[in-house]
């Protein structure tokens, strides 16, 4: 798409996202550092993201579904490619033509790929266990009954035992400690087969808990797209994302006048009004209607009224006339509007507002040198 065609222009620095995953290893080391790619790279696009990454260094990817690992191996054909989701049902040679490694989340998923590994292996694996989600990975329960039944492994080479934290970006919470020791009380039950197999528990926010989380290789995602893994400490990551829409209208108003669907705002006093071309419908989420900031030149706008389908309306009364002229840009995600503060605005979290990003901007992506 031609970009003067689009409402909204997204730009993707390839180059920051390089930097965040060599921060990143480096913040990890000696431990692997893999990246966590699932829904199109939380947004970005896997076409540009998985290669992105691999120049500068990684190896190693998670994505959620078969069918977002057989895209992945198309673009990566050297890379270790595991699937979070495990098995789902009668996908087994599509993992094997593809070389995706499943993750085995249940005992139910280690007897189906240890039946197709009797037949066609012996075959790749990463063993889940559940430390304090209740979510997916084997129990306690289930980890004993696996060692009663060692030989359902006969066929499988377990390349990783991993668990996944839920709290880690609140670095105080009592969970990360109790998912840690029980996660080294697990390793302990596990049969002797698994005993030194290598282990992988921390996400973006679990590398930042120290060393004592790295083990053997991290799983970070948001961080490498710019999202800070801290919640309320300084972001040490670089910004990736930038949305900037356009200005469709600039209205001058009197005080008193109503904004937007519902008339859910009033003018105080005599204002001026910019309609810019996003809404809901590309992602803007709809929760952001008289809460959202905009940014014009650095200068912070608020976005007033509700927010339609396709159009916000913003109060730009600071804004010097000459800085706000139809066919020029608001910064809607980015510089003086962190991802962070927008999702603590439509009170959510950074991952949903890039996961939801739409389809109707005009995507730019900024080559890294590196
Ligand atoms: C999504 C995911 C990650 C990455 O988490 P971030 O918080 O984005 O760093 C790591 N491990 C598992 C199991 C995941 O589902």
Redesign the pocket.
Same mark, same amino acid.
């Given at each position: 798409m031609e970009s003067k065609l689009a409402g909204a222009h997204l730009t993707i620095d390839l180059a920051a996202l390089k930097a965040n995953y060599r921060l990143l290893a480096r913040t990890a080391a000696p431990a692997e550092c893999a990246a966590?790619v699932?829904a199109n790279a939380?947004g970005l696009g896997i076409e540009r993201v998985g290669p992105a990454l691999f120049e500068a260094g990684c190896r190693r990817f998670?994505v959620?579904l078969p069918a977002e690992g057989i895209t992945l191996r198309k673009l990566l054909p050297d890379a270790k490619i595991h699937i979070?989701a495990g098995l789902l049902p009668e996908t087994e040679p599509a993992y094997l033509e593809y070389r995706l490694d499943p993750?085995l989340n249940s005992l139910n998923d280690l007897r189906l790929w240890a039946d197709f590994a009797t037949r066609r292996g012996p075959l790749p694996a990463l063993l889940h266990l559940d430390t304090g989600m209740t979510r997916l990975g084997l129990l306690e329960t289930d980890i004993r009954r696996l060692a009663a039944d060692p030989a359902l492994l006969e066929n499988i080479e377990v390349e990783f035992v991993?668990s996944?934290l839920s709290c880690?970006?609140d670095a105080d919470n009592p969970m990360n400690r109790q998912q840690l020791e029980r996660l080294r009380h697990f390793r302990a039950l596990l049969p002797e087969k698994l005993k030194n197999t290598p282990v992988s528990f921390a996400?973006?926010?679990g590398i930042f808990l120290g060393p004592e989380y790295h083990f053997d290789m991290v799983? +970070?995602?948001?961080?490498l797209y710019g999202?800070n +893994?801290h919640a309320g400490a300084p972001n040490p990551m670089q910004e990736v994302v930038r949305l900037r829409g356009r200005i469709l209208q600039v209205q001058d108003v009197d005080s008193e006048s109503p904004v937007g669907y519902g008339a859910t705002f009033r003018t105080g006093e005599p204002s001026r009004i910019a309609s810019v071309s996003v809404g809901y419908a590309d992602g803007y989420f709809r929760a952001l209607g008289n809460k959202a900031e905009c940014a014009i030149k650095d200068i912070k706008v608020p976005v007033v009224g509700r927010v339609s389908m396709d159009i916000i309306t913003i109060d730009v009364s600071t804004v010097p006339e000459g800085d706000c002229q139809v066919g020029g840009f608001v910064d809607l995600i980015g510089g003086a509007v962190p991802l962070d503060e927008l999702a603590a605005h439509a009170d959510t979290i950074p991952?949903e507002i890039l996961t939801s990003l739409g389809s109707r901007y005009y995507r730019e992506y900024l080559e890294g040198t590196g």
């Open positions: 966590a699932k939380y998670f959620a979070l993750v991993m996944h880690a970006d996400n973006s926010a799983r +970070p995602g948001i961080a999202g +893994p991952y």
